[in-house]
């Protein structure tokens, strides 16, 4: 990269937009808060239930993405498919069934990664034998993964609400396609999706860093290639892929953020920057106006990023909670619902009452 050609044309380009996001105001603010918590979301919600349920989770992560780097992606994406379709409910685990499809065989989900739901399985097993069978939900486990993830990569830790429960359907095949935008989006079909799920501008450039991690399909993107190439796409970027996808419609697959691949940080916004985008998806997001101001800022503010990823990680995996013993249950196994009427389904109330009875026991 250092080498090609362009790179003293770049160079210059960064310095100039360097002094320009000094100035530039931003078309939508920077959050530096948390979102406010849905309504049985918590901080602290297993601090008696099973108050070792974050220790354990990170535990397990330590261990397998030191072993498969990949998996830390495969978890973050898990549960963007996951709270974009249906809310987050952890439907996007749920198997087929001779009765009913699985949200996993829609197109969008094919390529989610056998790894990730394998970790979520794991992870279910080890909290299971710690507090005892359904106490954490197999949503909060997506929740927590995904969160874990993020810093076990190099990206910022933070807190998470808890307290989701399982949803007890998958959404159809044509809910999925409803919920999640092709990567060949523009900027405004991209706000149109977010849209119904109320996250906005800003919300979309700092989800959209997600892609600073993990891999993608020829197939996502060679439309970019063939049979012309799109004008927006930096030359020796474009040779590098086609290297990789000589053909329209190769199996193959490559890296989304060239500069730091495996390691969570703002390099992605530096790819847009120089044109390096892999998906029309993120490209556009420093062509259009009303995102491009963002984009340039954490392009040269990591800090920033970090920031409104906090804010909007946190905010959409809100998105159509269920919380409360009405809603939904606690998955004994995250890939099927339970059956029949299961104890995690009695009055909540109930359930604390006989938790604070044992503990009063024990002490």
């Not at 990269?1 to 100035?23: H, N």
């Not at 901080?43 to 974050?54: G, N, Q, V």
């Not at 979520?120 to 197999?138: E, K, M, P, T, Y």
């Not at 995996?317 to 099927?336: K, M, P, Y």
Request: aromatic share 8%; proline share 6%; charged share 20%.
């Amino acid at each position: 990269m250092a080498g090609s050609p362009a790179a003293a044309v770049v160079a210059a380009a960064l310095l100039l937009l360097l002094s320009l996001s000094a100035c530039a105001s931003t078309s939508a603010a920077i959050s530096s808060s948390y979102p406010p918590l849905a309504p049985g979301l918590s901080l602290d919600f297993y601090k008696k239930s099973c108050p070792k349920a974050e220790s354990i989770v990170r535990g397990f992560l330590q261990s397998a993405v030191s072993q498969n780097v990949g998996l830390a992606a495969a978890l973050i994406r898990l549960h963007f498919h996951d709270c974009f379709v249906q809310g987050c409910d952890a439907s996007i685990l749920l198997d087929k069934t001779p009765a009913q499809q699985s949200e996993q065989e829609a197109v969008p989900n094919q390529t989610l990664r056998p790894a990730a739901f394998k970790a979520i399985n794991d992870i279910r097993d080890r909290l299971d034998r710690a507090c005892g069978a359904r106490v954490v939900s197999c949503a909060d486990i997506v929740t927590l993964a995904a969160r874990d993830s993020v810093a076990l990569a190099g990206g910022p830790a933070y807190k998470v609400p808890l307290g989701r429960r399982d949803g007890l359907a998958p959404a159809s095949q044509d809910a999925v396609f409803a919920a999640l935008p092709p990567p060949s989006s523009n900027v405004t079909t991209l706000l149109s999706f977010l849209s119904k799920i109320n996250l906005d501008a800003a919300d979309l450039v700092a989800l959209s860093g997600g892609h600073t991690v993990g891999i993608a399909h020829c197939g996502s993107f060679d439309d970019r290639l063939f049979p012309t190439q799109d004008p927006t796409l930096n030359q020796w970027f474009a040779g590098r892929l086609r290297l990789t996808c000589p053909v329209q419609g190769a199996d193959n697959t490559t890296v989304n953020d060239i500069r730091t691949p495996n390691r969570f940080d703002n390099k992605y916004y530096v790819d847009l920057l120089n044109r390096q985008g892999l998906f029309t998806s993120d490209q556009d997001l420093f062509t259009d106006g009303r995102t491009k101001p963002l984009v340039t800022k954490f392009a040269v503010d990591q800090d920033a990023f970090f920031a409104q990823f906090i804010y909007s990680y946190v905010k959409m995996g809100q998105i159509n909670v269920l919380t409360g013993a009405s809603q939904g249950q606690i998955r004994a196994n995250c890939s099927a619902r339970n059956a029949g009427r299961s104890d995690d389904e009695l009055p909540w109330s109930v359930v604390e009452t006989v938790v604070d009875a044992a503990e009063s026991l024990v002490l």
